[in-house]
């Protein structure tokens, strides 16, 4: 996970953002505070390999603090399930940079609406080596535009207690913060879409 020290950064990290007008689906390219030049994208049916090979990569702590609770290589069904949101309720989006002639996925920002379309559950996971660059800002970024466009009014995401990049995170978006009132070791971070601008 990343952080970010302002709200500065994430209006200029915004501001580089540039939008690949030449596909069919809302692509951009966003340079990061170390200027390196990322594409952000939905993810695909067919990223099942770089979602495996990304969630493999991770550290056993980073797996555990994204699934709350203990993974390793995934499961094809698992695979399937994050590679094939549904459109009508679901938004994923990863980052991805060249790796020879393939593309690497280094992080990816994923939000899931309740029935009514009034909340939704969010969660953004960065490779290790990728952070602290502002990636997971950037990617939150558009989660958060995606949601409120789509008329969404309330975001959440529930996290391990212990988890202090995700705190500092969610606090720099504009998130607050309470203990999970079911579960002593997990907090919930949550943002109210009508009222925040990010």
């Known amino acids: 996970m990343t952080t970010a020290s302002s709200g500065t950064t994430i209006a200029a990290t915004h501001r580089q953002a540039t939008r690949d007008t030449t596909s069919t689906e809302p692509q951009w390219r966003e340079k990061l505070r170390d200027g390196t030049t ?9 990223d ?5 090979r990304f969630i493999e990569a991770l550290s056993p702590e980073s797996r555990r603090l994204r699934f709350l609770g203990q993974i390793g290589t995934p499961s094809p069904a698992l695979l399937a399930q994050l590679t094939n949101p549904d459109p009508r309720h679901d938004a994923v989006f990863v980052a991805l940079i060249a790796e020879g002639a393939g593309k690497r996925e280094i992080g ?3 939000f899931s609406a309740q029935p009514d379309g009034r909340r939704c559950e969010c969660a953004v996971t960065v490779s290790e080596d990728w952070r602290n660059r502002g990636l997971a800002t950037v990617l939150m970024q558009h989660l958060i535009e995606v949601a409120r466009g789509r008329g969404i009014q309330s975001m959440h995401s529930v996290d391990a207690a212990e988890n202090p990049a995700m705190h500092d995170l969610a ?3 504009g998130f607050t913060c309470r203990r999970d009132p079911e579960n002593a070791t997990q907090v919930l971070h949550t943002l109210d879409l009508a009222a925040a601008s990010v």
Do not use: D, G
Request: aromatic share 0%.
């Open 171 to 173: 606090t720099h978006l």
């Open 38 to 46: 990322v594409l952000i994208r939905p993810i695909h049916a067919t």
């Open 108 to 110: 990816v920002a994923r």
């Open 48 to 52: 099942i390999e770089l979602e495996r």
